[in-house]
């Protein structure tokens, strides 16, 4: 493997653990039910909470991750497909798709648990007899499909790289390929000198 590669795959997947790292920490310190104080004009008051930056980190760094493996691998979708290595071509297609998707998902979730924990004092307003926090397994949800696009987009990148070096033609600049060209020898008679004939009788 190329020392490229070994330091895109290094970076990505360090951002990659470090996302889901992040979603985790968010779990453990988003805002819960019981963290929320309902007062006597049925106001929900929600108390800070660090869940907010922890996700919006995290959903950088994943954002970060795939942008580096696109930016290095490319759109598969804008390559040629090689006519002798369909399934190389396939599984690359199905990672990079898959990809996307999963970013897509945790993205969002990303998001969206980080913005209902950034609630302020004076705009909480109770639903019903409820009020809205997120769900336990969000964050954590999202940390694992941060690890599974961060996953797929490596091996997406990898199997892109190694096609390259199989579709590449093999070059050899040390060996000729060509035909060697000889002089043509001339068939006209040449003119010697009797004294030089003669001493090549003698030797």
């Known amino acids: 493997m190329e020392t490229r590669v070994k330091v895109v795959c290094a970076i990505v997947g360090f951002l990659g653990i470090l996302s889901a ?39 950088l760094s994943l954002l970060v991750a795939q942008i580096i493996i696109n930016a290095v691998a490319g759109c598969l979708c804008c390559k040629t497909r090689p006519p002798s290595s369909n399934s190389r071509w396939t599984n690359a297609l199905i990672c990079f798709i898959l990809s996307w998707v999963t970013f897509v998902m945790a993205f969002l979730l990303l998001l969206g648990a980080a913005a209902l924990n950034d609630r302020r004092y004076d705009e909480n307003i109770s639903y019903g007899n409820y009020c809205l926090v997120v769900k336990s397994g969000v964050f954590v949800g999202a940390g694992i499909l941060s690890l599974t696009t961060v996953t797929l987009g490596l091996v997406y990148y990898i199997t892109v790289e190694s ?35 003669n001493r090549r009788q003698l030797v």
């Open 163 to 197: 096609s390259k070096m199989m579709w590449a033609p093999p070059a050899n600049p040390g060996i000729a390929m060509g035909v060697p060209q000889v002089p043509p020898q001339s068939t006209e008679p040449v003119f010697v000198h009797e004294d030089t004939y």
């Open 21 to 59: 790292a992040l979603a985790v920490a968010g779990e453990a310190t988003k805002v819960t039910l019981k963290d929320v104080k309902v007062t006597d004009f049925g106001q929900c008051m929600y108390p800070r909470s660090p869940a907010l930056v922890l996700g919006f980190v995290a959903a």
